[in-house]
Nanobody, 119 residues
Framework: QVQLVESGGGLVQAGGSLRLSCAAS????????MAWFRQAPGKEREFVAR????????YYADSVKGRFTVSRDNVKNTVYLQMNSLKPEDTAVYYC????????????WGQGTQVTVSS
């Protein structure tokens, strides 16, 4: 089992930046893919970005491509989401998720961190 703890959310004006962190603990040796999702009020959870734990191919949702950057620190077992040029429509609870060896999808989730972008 992998435990995930997000941090770094907050209130920012449109055009501003935030960096989210997701610290993993537990069976980190089993990690395959780490990802960020978000859920806005009244909407379904949506994919934001994903990075393999030991590879370099990163995927982004079209809505954040060119503005958000995923990075990881395998020594600190931490994944980051750098968010630039934030827009009010980026307002959501952001969740970190992990896909581990032997699992069929993202079944380890953090508690979420609120990001609010004011216009």
């Amino acid at each position: 089992q992998v435990q995930l703890v997000e941090s770094g959310g907050g209130l920012v004006q449109a055009g501003g930046s935030l960096r989210l962190s997701c610290a993993a603990s537990g069976r980190t040796d089993s990690l395959l893919i780490m990802a960020w999702f978000r859920q806005a009020p009244g909407k379904e959870r949506e994919f934001v970005a994903r990075t393999p734990w030991r590879d370099a191919v990163i995927y982004y949702a079209d809505s954040v491509k060119g503005r958000f950057t995923v990075s990881r620190d395998n020594v600190k077992n931490t994944v980051y989401l750098q968010m630039n040029s934030l827009k009010p429509e980026d307002t959501a609870v952001y969740y970190c998720a992990a896909w581990a060896v032997g699992r069929s999808g993202f079944d380890n989730w953090g508690q979420g961190t609120q990001v609010t972008v004011s216009s």
